[in-house]
């Protein structure tokens, strides 16, 4: 019983060497010193958390990679949609039919105006001009659109009107301030879109 009594008193004072010897050396690091070993256990953290599971999410791709290597080498690759290679006559077919009949203009004009509305900008009068080209089966519909509002307005109009209408490219713009402080921006679009005739 004497035994286990001392055992337990060596382990506290050993421990309680050990902390003694430990609050010395943080000490002597400074903070300098502290930060380091504050970052050393972060980087450790993060090790642990997050780039093992990573690791291994990356081994078992690496090892599906290899098999379907293994399988596209062997010809068994069980391939439940087979492509069909387009003919350039067909390939062509599929890039005009992409683009938005002549006669629906009115429809992409009233969309584009929509969105500016919908962004707050004050559109003023637009010019519009229909271009034909000779060897093309497209046309151009170039479009001058002059909006005033503010930076953030303007940036979400240019992002929801190539979505809303994904036959224009802005072919270009500018831009013009009253003063350095004023809030609000004109910007003169150039736009063009494009029609299947």
Known sequence: MDKKILNRDVIQAQSQRFMLLLRWQVARLGNAGKIGVGLL?????????????????????????????????????????VEKKL???????????????????????????????KQGLEINSGDFRLTFERDWRLSRYDIIMPVRGRYAQIRAFMADALEAVPAMAITGFSVKRDNIQSAQLEVRFEMSLYLNE
């Open 41 to 81: 256990v972060v980087a450790g953290i993060f090790f642990l958390g997050a780039v093992l599971p990573e690791k291994e999410a990356l081994d078992a791709l690496q090892e599906r990679e290899k098999v379907l290597k293994q399988q596209a080498r062997s010809g068994s690759a069980d391939v439940s949609v």
């Open 87 to 117: 003919t350039n006559d067909q390939a062509l077919q599929k890039f005009y039919e992409f683009f938005p009949r002549f006669d629906s203009s009115p429809f992409w004009i009233r969309e584009l105006v929509r969105v500016a509305q």
